[in-house]
């Protein structure tokens, strides 16, 4: 019963910023904890960024700390990340879903949308 749709991915170049998107629905939004994750080509699924269910709380991998910033509006349902100065290895696809254990930067569900496709060229 709970959809996440993603929105915002393109292409860009190299030192580009692109804003991403996820409308959440189906269950209380405000309440979760959300992150993002994404999935390049031939590799698995990582962690991306976090952020708390107040806003307030966020965390970052190590190879995005800095460069990205992940948001949240709650009356609108919606969690986003800010991706600035890109670098090609950036390229993936990129999901968002709410985060189970914060620690453990667990996403809660089991189904993940299609995602939105997120290209940097060099």
């Known amino acids: 019963q709970v959809q996440l749709v993603e929105s915002g991915g393109g292409l860009v170049q190299a030192g580009g910023s692109l804003r991403l998107s996820c409308a959440a629905s189906?269950?209380?939004?405000?309440?979760?904890?959300m992150g993002w994750f994404r999935q390049a080509p031939g590799k698995e699924r990582e962690f991306v960024a976090a952020?708390?269910?107040?806003?307030?709380?966020?965390d970052y991998a190590s190879s995005v700390k800095g460069r990205f910033t992940i948001s949240r509006d709650n009356a609108k349902n919606t969690v986003y990340l800010q991706m600035n100065s890109l670098k090609p290895e950036d390229t993936a696809v990129y999901y968002c879903n709410a985060i189970k254990n914060w620690g453990k930067r667990a996403p809660l569900y089991d189904y993940w949308g299609q995602g939105t496709q997120v290209t940097v060229s060099s």
């Open positions: 189906g269950r209380t939004f405000s309440s979760y904890n």
């Open positions: 952020i708390g269910w107040s806003g307030v709380t966020t």
